[in-house]
């Protein structure tokens, strides 16, 4: 009996770390940030800046 009462209670406490909490984002796809980096032209960033510091 004290057995399957273990068990039990090893059950219990190990399914949060099988499963998880489940509030975790799912990964970001691989290479979005490339893709983000690779469109931006470094006269447009300067352009981009420029407006910026004009604004202020």
């Known amino acids: 009996m004290n057995r399957y009462?273990?068990?039990i209670l090893l059950m219990f406490c190990?399914?949060?770390f099988h499963f998880?909490?489940?509030?975790?984002e799912p990964p970001a796809p691989?290479?979005?940030d490339e893709d983000i980096l690779s469109e931006t032209t470094p006269e447009q960033e300067a352009a981009d800046m420029k407006k910026?510091?004009?604004q202020q």
């Open 52 to 54: 910026l510091n004009q």
């Open 14 to 16: 190990l399914t949060p």
């Open 30 to 32: 691989a290479g979005n």
């Open 5 to 7: 009462l273990f068990s």
């Open 20 to 24: 998880g909490c489940g509030s975790e």
